[in-house]
């Protein structure tokens, strides 16, 4: 706080920001968060062109008051470069705010809406007798209810909505015998829970207040006093953990959550120093609660390398050392293929971060940290701002919990190449190997034996294709992020052109690798989205597409295709792009460009990709 507070007095405005967020990720602690709250609003609003900006519209509609969102709301928003302007409705007003399509909030046209409800919003209960039939259709009815608000509110603005489900009630008056009740009120909350979960359609996006009540406990979450007093749904001190899982959920719809949790090995994945201990001195397993700790983080992070999270090993040590102790440890959990990159030298933490981030071609924002020792996470966040960092506990019992809490692995839904991503990323590695080993490029591609497809949105892609529109940034012509709902649209438009490109080869399937998008106007198509999978380059795919694009124009009456090119600090890989394509460059405004060609004047490039 005191380097903060120096920075403001001097007026060093970016530094104090960056401080603020830095500070900001540190902590979950409310009073420390108010004060960063308070410093944060002496600033200019808006963020630094470094991290990225995402500029939304917010609001926040709820059967409770609201206002105690709006600041810390912001505030994490920030951690993770996203900028928005809020729009807090009324307390109480949300069902005429979202079935009126002239209401304040649908004029307002939110990007995203957070409905925040409580039990205390529940007019109709079971009575006492009411059979587990008749409990569960009321429960579906107020179930039905809200989504129904959801539905109207969504095909008048388009908006992703968030809507949190119910923690439980601070009293039973059936005692014990409750859970056994299906008239007790806490059991009707848990089906109507149940309903909310299985039934929300993708647009709505569940905040599970129910699980975060029960770890933080129902008597720390709600305080009936503020309730009476001020309808606040979440007492002071749990503020922060809500507001972060809000975050992390709208940052999980842009596609701004981690791909890549890099770990360290010694008393970060294992107890002990494996250099100075050997292999049969280091813990893990079973049999006293250190070791313990460790089987569980390692278990924690193999479901969620399970479901597309990617780890890595950032470690100084020897590698020989280091992959023994995976080779010859049975209590291991994890095994070296696991790790798509596993670097154990005695290179600088950022030095091994940067080759990290270069093997898998991503970007440093796009990693997470995680080393036990502190000055090894102070040395990478100065070194390297752009890489997220895990603040870590003494107690590797709490490790898991720390990560699964940061609010940076978020994800908004989990695709078949989530679940098969490392996999994939290994894949890649053997087709560099292959390419390492060919002096003649085109004889590498040759020996791919690239199958490629291309099809029209469909519903069962619409999922992964969200997902690469929003984490795409090197291979990206605009760099426009859209939420499920607006590729939705996109697919249903009928002066859309939309197609995606799976990718296969001998080493295996790529998955959906990349998006075109554009509108037809008149007999001009305007390419609004043009990008692909880092883990394609170079392959030919972008020449596949354009050749696909220019052979399908006749037949859509297009007799010319625009494109423009808007640069960021990451996508300068393909300025030139259009201009190697044959299109001519009719306009610049400022860094961005326009691009023209006609149909008939297209050059269709030779590629190494068939189609199946």
Not at 40 to 57: T, V
Not at 202 to 215: C, E, G, N, Q, R
Not at 501 to 506: E, H, I, W
Request: aromatic share 8%; glycine share 6%; with cysteine.
């Amino acid at each position: 706080m005191k380097t903060i507070r120096k920075l403001l007095e001097e007026n060093r405005e970016e530094e104090a920001l960056l401080a603020i967020l830095d500070s900001a990720r540190r902590t979950s602690d409310y009073n420390v968060y108010s004060r960063l709250c308070r410093m944060r609003q002496k600033l200019e609003p808006g963020l630094p062109e470094a991290l990225g900006i995402q500029d939304l519209r917010i609001a926040i509609l709820g059967g409770a008051t609201t206002g105690f969102l709006e600041q810390p709301l912001k505030l994490e928003l920030e951690t993770h470069g996203i900028s928005c302007e809020l729009f807090c409705g009324d307390y109480n007003t949300f069902v005429s705010e979202m079935m009126d399509k002239n209401s304040d909030t649908a004029t307002f046209n939110p990007d995203i809406t957070f409905l925040l409800l409580t039990p205390y919003n529940i007019s109709d209960w079971p009575v006492i007798g009411d059979s587990p039939d008749e409990v569960d259709k009321l429960a579906e009815r107020v179930s039905n209810h809200w989504l129904g608000l959801c539905e109207s509110f969504h095909s008048i603005t388009g908006s992703e909505i968030i809507v949190n489900n119910m923690h439980m009630l601070p009293v039973r008056p059936s005692g014990n015998l409750g859970c056994r009740l299906p008239w007790d009120r806490n059991s009707f909350l848990g089906r109507i829970n149940q309903k909310l979960g299985t039934s929300a359609p993708p647009y709505v996006h569940i905040l599970d207040v129910a699980s975060l009540s029960s770890l933080y406990g129902i008597s720390r979450w709600f305080d009936i006093r503020y309730w009476h007093h001020s309808r606040q749904p979440v007492a002071f001190e749990c503020i922060v953990p809500f507001v972060r899982n809000v975050s992390a959920i709208i940052s999980g719809i842009y596609g701004r959550s981690c791909k890549c949790v890099v770990l360290d090995l010694d008393n970060t994945l294992w107890g002990g120093v494996v250099g100075d201990d050997g292999i049969e001195g280091i813990r893990i397993g079973e049999g006293d609660a250190e070791s313990e700790s460790f089987k569980s983080f390692q278990e924690y992070l193999l479901e969620l390398k399970k479901r597309g999270v990617l780890l890595a090993v950032c470690s100084k040590n020897n590698e020989d050392i280091a992959l023994a102790a995976f080779e010859q440890l049975p209590e291991m959990v994890l095994k070296r293929d696991d790790f798509v990159s596993f670097k154990a030298n005695w290179d600088t933490k950022p030095e091994n971060l940067l080759a990290i981030a270069e093997e898998l071609n991503i970007g440093l924002d796009a990693m997470l940290f995680v080393d036990d020792n502190p000055a090894e996470r102070e040395h990478v966040r100065q070194a390297l701002p752009g890489v997220n960092v895990l603040e870590l506990s003494d107690d590797p019992a709490l490790y898991p919990t720390l990560l699964d809490q940061c609010g940076l692995l978020e994800p908004v839904s989990i695709t078949s190449e989530d679940r098969e991503k490392t996999d994939q990323y290994r894949e890649n590695a053997r087709r560099k190997e292959i390419e390492s080993a060919h002096s003649d490029y085109e004889g590498y591609l040759k020996s791919l034996e690239q199958r490629a497809e291309i099809r029209n949105f469909e519903p069962n892609q619409l999922d992964r294709i969200t997902q690469l529109i929003n984490k795409t940034n090197q291979f990206n012509l605009t760099t426009r992020r859209l939420s499920r709902s607006e590729v939705e649209a996109l697919m249903n438009s009928q002066d859309a052109f939309s197609v995606y490109v799976r990718l296969v080869d001998r080493f295996g399937d790529n998955g959906l690798i990349s998006v075109l998008s554009g509108h037809k106007e008149d007999n001009i198509l305007y390419v609004d989205l043009w990008l692909m999978s880092c883990r394609v380059f170079k392959r030919g795919i972008e020449h596949l597409l354009a050749n696909y694009l220019f052979e399908h124009a006749g037949k859509l009456g297009i007799d010319t295709v625009h494109g423009i090119y808007i640069p960021t600090a990451k996508n300068s890989l393909v300025k030139n792009l259009y201009e190697s394509l044959g299109f001519r460059k009719i306009s610049e405004d400022g860094d961005k460009s326009s691009w023209v060609i006609r149909v008939v004047d297209y050059k269709p490039a030779s590629v190494h990709v068939s189609l199946m």
